[in-house]
């Protein structure tokens, strides 16, 4: 499943909203064991736990937008809708507060 978040950030801002966001996902929501590796300046591995099955997917940061990339288990199709809702309200969050000069 692919998501975009739109933002008008440089590309090393971007990382960091990303990054802030991940460790507030981690905080929140401890027990999904949420984690995140970059590969590269633009390129991440994220993945996360839910009902006993373990998600994975990428994140990509391209000028102007924040790319998920989420491979969700048919088990779990039901609540994709949801978590992407809150990854994306968690992104938004980060995006004003830098987009604010406030990160």
């Keep these: 499943m692919r998501h975009r978040v739109l933002h008008h950030l440089d590309t090393a801002t971007a990382r960091r909203v990303a990054d802030r966001a991940w460790e507030t996902y981690k905080v929140?929501?401890?027990?999904?064991?949420?984690?995140i590796r970059w590969l590269d300046d633009?390129?991440?591995?994220?993945?996360?736990?839910?009902r006993g099955l373990r998600v994975t997917g990428s994140l990509e940061l391209s000028t102007g937008c924040i790319e998920l990339d989420v491979k969700v288990p048919v088990a779990l199709r039901l609540f994709?809708?949801?978590a992407m809702a809150l990854i994306e309200?968690?992104?938004?969050?980060?995006?004003?507060?830098?987009?604010?000069?406030?990160?």
């Design 28 to 35: 929140r929501f401890p027990r999904y064991e949420p984690e």
């Design 42 to 50: 633009r390129r991440a591995r994220l993945s996360f736990s839910a």
């Design 80 to 82: 994709k809708g949801r």
């Design 89 to 103: 309200e968690e992104m938004r969050r980060w995006i004003a507060r830098a987009e604010a000069g406030d990160l």
